[in-house]
C-alpha cells in the first residue's frame, strides 16, 4: 500500500494563494496570518472591517484542512463546520463564497444553510445527511442542540467560526454562543474556535468571551485596514428659528435633497422605526419626483419588502432608502455614495459603521453627512468628527451570569438527550459568564427547572425537567414543544401582522398601537396610507386609502444613552466652546443660542458643574448638567433624589437626557445643602441606588426580557394567535410575585445585576461621581427656561422617587379623568 | 385597617382594604376574581411561579373570613383559575373550617371545575344573583331597575400629582347603576378605568381605602 504523505501547512497555503492569483486577487497579510495560524491549530479572533476580505481569512483554511485530511484518509460525510452569521441576510454570500472556493478546489463538500426561515422539509433533510459546512445562526444552533442524537451529529466538527462577533456580544446571544460551544468541545476536543469582528475598545476581552478557558494557543489578528471618513454637519439655515427640542429633524428635510442630487444613491439612517417612516413621508411631501426611486427598510416591515429593498439597492434603482439599524449590519451596497444621520446616534461605533457602509472600493472615502434634530445637538456633530478622527471607539460590556438564558440552555439539553448535571456544570465553568457560578447557585438553576424552586405547598405538581437515573430529561411533549418555540434571547412585545384585505403582509404594528385604532381610521405604515378595516387572531385587515393620515405607528425601544466615548467627546467639545476657542462650525452656527444660555444662566467649562434653578407654575425644578449621557444621568438623578428625601418627606419626579437631568418637586429643593453636604459622594452608592424606588422599577422593565428568555412567559408561535389556555401573564406581575415570595431568586437579582452593569453603568457612575468631586459647582437661577434645559423640561418620559406616604400622596392626587 | 363606607341605592357597604367587600345588613362578604389555582396551573405548565401566592391567597382568605364573621361569602366569579389542581384541596379546606357560613358563587369565564367539585366544596353556583337592590354577576352588565355588582374587570386607576406624578392602584369603581370590585387574588394584573365625573372611585392604599 502506498502511504501518501499528507501536504503541509505551506503547500495548503501555496493551494490558496494560487486560487486567490487565478481569482484575480492578492492574499493580504492578515488573510496570510489567518490561514497560518489556523493551520497550526490555533483559536483566534480576526478583527477587519467588512468589505476586507475577512471571509476567506478563515473560509480559506478550513477547506485546506479538509484537502489535507482527505489526503490522509477517506472522510465520512457530515458535519465539520460552523459558521455563525448573526443576521439570516448575511448567510446567502457566505454560502457563495464557500460554494465557490470548494467547487474550484474539487472537495466534494456540501453547504447549507440553516436558519428560522429554512423549510421543515429541508431542515429534516439536514438531519439524515448534514453538510460538511453549516451556515446559521446562535438560534438554531441551540434547535440543533435541542435535537435527539445531537452529541453524534457533532463528532466530526472542527471548527466553529463566529462571524461579525462584535453584533453578538454585547447582547444575551453572545451567552448563547458561549454555552453552545463548552458542549461542543466536550463533545469534539479538536474543535477550534475563531471569531470575526469588527474594531472594539475590548478586543482582549472579546477574544476571552468567545474562547472560554480553551486550553489551545489563541492569537488576535488586526487587519491594518484603514478607512477615511468625512464628517459634516447638515447646518440650519437660521438658528434662530430652529428648535431648542425635539429629535426627528424634519425641518431638514430640504437641505437633505442636495445630497440626494449629488449621489447615486443615499442611506438615510434614523435612530427609530417610526421616524424612519415619517423621514420616508415628508422626503415625498417636499419632492413628490421622488416617488417610486425611494425606499423605505425598518425591522418591522415584512421580509419581502425589506429583501426588495436590498435587491433594488444592489441594482441601482433606488436614489435612496430611509432605514434603522435594520441596514447597519448585512451584506455591502456597492453603489452607495453617501450615508446621512438623522439625530445623535450616540455611539461612535454605530456612526463609524454606517460612515462605512458608502464608498467600498479600498482607499475610498466615507461620506457622512449629520442632521442635527434640535439646536444643542449641533455640538454633538462636532464631537463625532472629533471622536472619528482620533479613533475612538467604544467597548462593548459582555453579559455575564445571565441566567435566564443558562436556564434556557438547560432545558434545551433536557429537550434533546438530556444532560448530567456534573459534566454541564464543569462545562459552563469553563465559559467567560459562568465561570464564576457557585455551587449554591449552580444548584438554584437546577431547582429551578426541575422542582420550580423552592415550595412551601403539601401537593406540588411543578413539572419541566424530570431526572431519570441520573439524566435530566424534558419527558412532556407539551413542555418540548413549547420550549422549541421559544429558543433564542431576542425579545419582541406582542405584535400584530398587518395585511391587506386582498393578501399581502405588509409587517407587524406594536399591540398597543393596534388598539387605539377605530374602523375607517387612516394610519401612514411602510410607506402608504392605510385604512384600518379590522382586527382578527393578530392579523390587522387594511386596504389601500388615499386620504392623507397623521397617525404613525410608534415601536417601543429603549432610549439610547451616550456612550462613555461620546460623553468624554461631547464634555471636550462642551469645554472648548465654553472657552471660546472653536473653530467647529456647528459651534458658530449655535453663537446666538450660547449667547442666550450666557445671559439666563452660564456656559460650564470642564472644571464645573452648571446647576439652575427655575419655578413654574408645575414646580421647582433644579436642572444639573454632567454632560455624561443618559444611562449615568438615571443612575444620578436616583441617587440624589434618593439622598435628598432622607432629608425629609419630599416627592420628586425625573427628568433626563444625554446633557443633564432635571429633579421637579412641588416643594423647594434644598439642592445647595445638598452639595454642602456631599450628597453626590460614592460612599455606599450601590446600596443607596438599590434603595431608590427608581432602580426597582428599572429592574421591573429588565426583568420582562429575563422572564421571556427564562421561559416563564409564553410568548406563543410565531405569527399565530393560538394562545394557551389560562397561560397568558405578564412579566410585571412575575416581577411582583418573585419580590413578595421569593426575593432571593436568582433572576430577580440578575435584573437588579443588569440594571447596576448596563443601564446606571455603575462603573461608568463612579467615575462620574469622582469627576464631579473635582468641580466647581455653579449654581445659577435663571429668570425663564434656559436652552440647556428646554429640552429635559419637556420630556414626557418620568420616573418617580418619593419618601411620602403613599396614601398624603394620593389625598392631594386626582384620579386622571379622560 | 381602615375600610370606607358607601350607600348605594340606600343600602351601606363596606369597602374593605383587603379588596373586598361586606354587606353588614346581611352579614355577606363579597369577594371578586380570587383566581386561586393560578400558580400552580403555571407551575404544571413548567412556568415556576413561587408556588406560596397560592398559601397566601388561602390565608388572606381565611383572615378576611375570621376578621368579618359573615353569615355568606358572595364569590363574584373567577375563583378558580382553570383546570383543577391541588389547590382546590385546599379551598375545600377552608371552607371546610367554616361549615356553618354559606358559600355561593355567580359563576366567571375562568370557573371550568366540573360540577361534583364544587359540590365537593358545599358551594352554590349561580349564573347571577338578585339579592335587595343588587344584581350580583361576574361581568358587569345593565339591569333594568337593579344596581349591578361584578368583577371580571380588575379595575384599576391612574392617579395624577402636580410636579407630573402618576401612581396606578386597584380599585372600587362605582358608576350610576354598575359597580365593580377589585381582584382579590394576588397573582393578578390590573385593567386601567377610565372614570367619568359622576363615577365614585376608592383606591386601596396598604391598609386603608380611600376616596379619590
Excluded at chain 1, 431638514?252 to 442611506?267: A, C, G, H
Excluded at chain 1, 413628490?288 to 435587491?311: F, K, M, Y
Excluded at chain 1, 392579523?539 to 461620546?566: D, N, Q, T, Y
Excluded at chain 2, 358545599?122 to 337593579?146: A, I, Q, V
Aim: with cysteine; proline share 4%.
Amino acid at each position: 500500500m502506498r502511504v501518501q504523505k499528507p501536504p503541509s501547512d505551506r503547500a495548503l497555503i501555496t493551494t490558496a494563494v494560487d486560487w486567490f492569483t487565478a481569482q484575480g486577487w492578492d492574499p493580504q497579510k492578515f488573510q496570510r496570518a489567518c490561514w497560518q495560524a489556523y493551520l497550526q491549530g490555533k483559536n483566534g479572533l480576526l478583527t477587519a472591517p467588512t468589505g476586507s476580505g475577512k471571509t476567506y481569512a478563515l473560509l480559506m483554511p478550513i477547506l485546506l484542512e479538509a484537502l489535507r485530511m482527505r489526503s490522509i484518509a477517506k472522510q465520512k460525510r457530515g458535519l465539520r463546520a460552523i459558521w455563525i452569521a448573526p443576521i439570516r441576510a448575511l448567510t446567502k454570500e457566505i454560502e457563495a463564497s464557500a460554494q465557490r472556493a470548494i467547487n474550484d478546489l474539487g472537495l466534494d463538500w456540501s453547504v447549507a444553510i440553516r436558519t428560522g426561515d429554512t423549510t421543515a422539509s429541508s431542515r429534516a433533510k439536514q438531519k439524515r445527511n448534514m453538510p460538511e459546512l453549516l451556515i446559521t445562526t446562535p438560534e438554531s444552533l441551540h434547535m440543533l442542540l435541542a435535537q435527539k442524537g445531537a452529541a453524534e451529529l457533532f463528532s466530526e466538527m472542527r471548527c466553529v467560526v463566529a462571524d461579525e462577533w462584535h453584533e453578538l456580544l454585547g447582547s444575551k446571544r453572545a451567552v448563547q454562543m458561549e454555552l453552545a460551544l463548552s458542549r461542543l468541545r466536550a463533545w469534539c476536543p479538536a474543535m477550534r474556535t475563531w471569531g470575526i469582528s469588527a474594531t472594539m475598545g475590548n478586543m482582549d476581552q472579546a477574544m476571552d468571551v468567545l474562547l472560554g478557558s480553551d486550553p489551545g494557543e489563541r492569537v488576535l489578528v488586526r487587519a491594518a485596514v484603514k478607512k477615511v471618513i468625512e464628517v459634516s454637519s447638515v447646518l440650519p439655515k437660521d438658528i434662530r428659528k430652529f428648535p431648542w427640542a425635539g429629535h426627528i429633524g424634519l425641518r431638514s428635510v430640504d437641505q437633505v435633497l442636495p445630497i440626494l442630487q449629488e449621489n447615486r444613491t443615499t442611506l438615510i439612517f434614523t435612530n427609530t422605526r417610526s421616524f424612519a417612516e415619517r423621514w420616508y413621508q415628508a422626503l415625498l411631501d417636499v419632492a413628490p419626483d421622488l416617488a417610486g426611486v425611494i425606499g423605505l427598510h425598518h425591522g418591522s416591515l415584512d421580509r419581502a419588502t425589506r429583501d426588495w429593498v436590498e435587491q433594488a439597492l444592489h441594482d441601482e434603482k433606488l436614489k435612496a432608502v430611509i432605514c434603522t439599524s435594520s441596514l447597519d449590519l448585512g451584506v455591502d451596497f456597492r453603489p452607495v455614495g453617501a450615508i446621512v444621520q438623522v439625530g445623535g446616534p450616540k455611539n461612535v461605533a454605530r456612526f463609524a459603521q454606517r460612515a462605512g457602509r458608502s464608498g467600498h472600493r479600498p482607499g475610498a472615502l466615507s461620506k457622512i453627512h449629520f442632521v442635527p434634530t434640535h439646536a444643542l445637538e449641533l455640538l454633538e456633530g462636532a464631537a463625532l468628527r472629533m471622536a472619528i478622527k482620533e479613533g475612538r471607539i467604544e467597548s462593548r460590556i459582555p453579559y455575564v451570569r445571565s441566567f435566564d438564558v443558562l436556564c434556557q440552555y438547560l432545558v434545551t439539553l433536557a429537550v434533546g438527550d438530556g444532560f448530567r448535571q456534573a459534566e454541564v456544570r464543569k462545562e459552563i465553568a469553563t465559559t467567560f459568564s459562568f465561570n464564576s457560578v457557585s455551587d449554591e447557585e449552580w444548584e438554584q438553576v437546577l431547582a429551578f427547572v426541575t422542582t420550580g424552586g423552592p415550595t412551601l405547598l403539601a401537593y406540588d405538581e411543578f413539572k419541566k425537567v424530570e431526572v431519570e437515573d441520573g439524566v435530566y430529561k424534558v419527558l412532556d411533549r407539551g413542555i418540548a414543544l413549547r420550549h422549541r418555540m421559544s429558543i433564542g434571547t431576542i425579545t419582541s412585545d406582542t405584535s400584530i401582522r398587518v395585511k391587506f384585505l386582498k393578501g399581502g403582509y405588509i409587517g407587524t404594528v406594536e399591540e398597543s398601537f393596534a388598539s387605539r385604532l377605530d374602523v375607517g381610521d387612516v394610519f401612514w405604515f411602510g410607506g402608504r396610507n392605510l385604512e384600518f378595516v379590522s382586527i382578527r387572531n393578530m392579523e390587522m385587515l387594511v386596504r389601500s386609502s388615499k386620504e392623507a393620515s397623521g397617525k404613525i405607528p410608534s415601536w417601543l425601544g429603549g432610549r439610547m444613552s451616550f456612550s462613555s466615548e461620546m460623553s468624554v467627546v461631547l464634555r471636550e467639545v462642551m469645554d472648548r466652546t465654553a472657552k471660546g476657542i472653536t473653530t467647529d462650525p456647528e459651534v458658530k452656527k449655535l453663537g446666538p443660542l450660547l449667547a442666550k444660555q450666557r445671559e439666563r444662566s452660564h456656559v460650564p467649562q470642564a472644571n464645573e458643574l452648571l446647576v439652575e434653578r427655575i419655578r413654574t407654575k408645575e414646580g421647582h425644578h433644579v436642572f444639573i448638567y454632567p454632560f455624561e449621557g443618559r444611562a449615568v444621568h438615571e443612575g444620578m438623578s436616583a441617587l440624589l433624589a434618593y439622598r435628598i428625601s432622607l432629608l425629609g418627606p419630599i416627592s420628586f419626579s425625573i427628568a433626563m437626557n444625554d446633557y443633564g437631568f432635571e429633579l421637579l418637586s412641588e416643594q423647594e429643593i434644598p439642592i445647595q445643602d445638598a452639595f454642602d453636604s456631599d450628597l453626590l459622594s460614592t460612599d455606599h452608592l450601590r446600596h443607596d441606588i438599590e434603595r431608590s424606588l427608581n432602580e426597582t422599577e428599572m429592574a421591573r422593565r429588565r426583568f420582562r426580557d429575563i422572564a421571556q428568555v427564562a421561559g416563564l412567559v409564553f410568548k406563543g408561535y410565531p405569527g399565530k394567535a393560538k394562545a394557551v389556555r389560562h397561560l397568558q401573564s405578564s412579566a410585571q406581575l412575575f416581577f411582583s410575585v418573585f419580590e413578595d415570595m421569593d426575593p432571593n431568586n436568582l433572576l430577580l437579582r440578575q435584573a437588579h445585576e443588569e440594571v447596576m452593569t448596563f443601564q446606571l453603568e455603575e462603573s461608568r457612575l463612579r467615575n462620574a461621581l469622582e469627576r464631579i468631586a473635582t468641580q466647581k459647582i455653579v449654581i445659577t437661577d435663571p429668570p425663564s427656561i434656559t436652552p440647556f434645559c428646554f429640552p429635559i423640561m419637556v420630556d414626557r418620559l418620568r420616573e418617580l422617587l418619593t419618601s411620602e406616604k403613599l396614601e398624603d400622596r394620593i389625598a392631594r392626587m386626582k384620579a386622571q379623568l379622560e | 385597617m381602615k375600610r370606607a363606607v358607601i350607600q348605594i341605592r340606600k343600602e351601606k357597604l363596606q369597602l374593605l382594604p383587603q379588596k373586598a367587600m361586606f354587606w353588614p345588613t346581611r352579614k355577606t362578604l363579597i369577594i371578586a376574581d380570587l383566581h386561586l389555582g393560578k400558580a400552580m396551573h403555571f407551575r404544571r405548565a413548567g412556568i415556576a411561579v413561587p408556588s406560596g401566592i397560592e398559601q397566601l391567597n388561602l390565608q388572606r382568605l381565611e383572615d378576611l373570613i375570621v376578621s368579618t364573621r359573615p353569615i355568606e361569602v358572595l364569590l363574584l366569579g373567577d375563583l378558580f383559575h382553570s383546570d383543577l389542581n391541588s389547590t382546590w384541596q385546599g379551598f375545600i379546606d377552608l371552607r371546610a373550617k367554616h361549615a356553618s357560613t354559606k358559600f355561593t358563587l355567580v359563576t366567571g369565564n375562568h370557573d371550568v371545575l366540573e360540577e361534583q367539585d364544587y359540590t365537593k366544596a358545599k358551594l352554590d353556583t349561580l349564573p347571577f344573583l338578585d339579592r335587595g337592590p343588587f344584581h350580583f354577576t361576574h361581568h358587569p352588565t345593565e339591569h333594568s331597575s337593579l344596581y349591578n355588582l361584578a368583577g371580571h374587570v380588575h379595575p384599576g386607576i391612574r392617579m395624577v400629582g402636580k410636579a407630573k406624578q402618576t401612581v396606578h392602584l386597584p380599585c372600587f369603581f362605582f358608576g350610576k347603576t354598575a359597580g365593580i370590585l377589585p381582584a382579590f387574588g394576588g397573582f393578578t394584573g390590573l385593567y386601567r378605568m377610565t372614570r367619568k365625573e359622576s363615577d365614585r372611585v376608592f383606591v386601596t392604599v396598604q391598609d386603608r381605602v380611600l376616596r379619590v
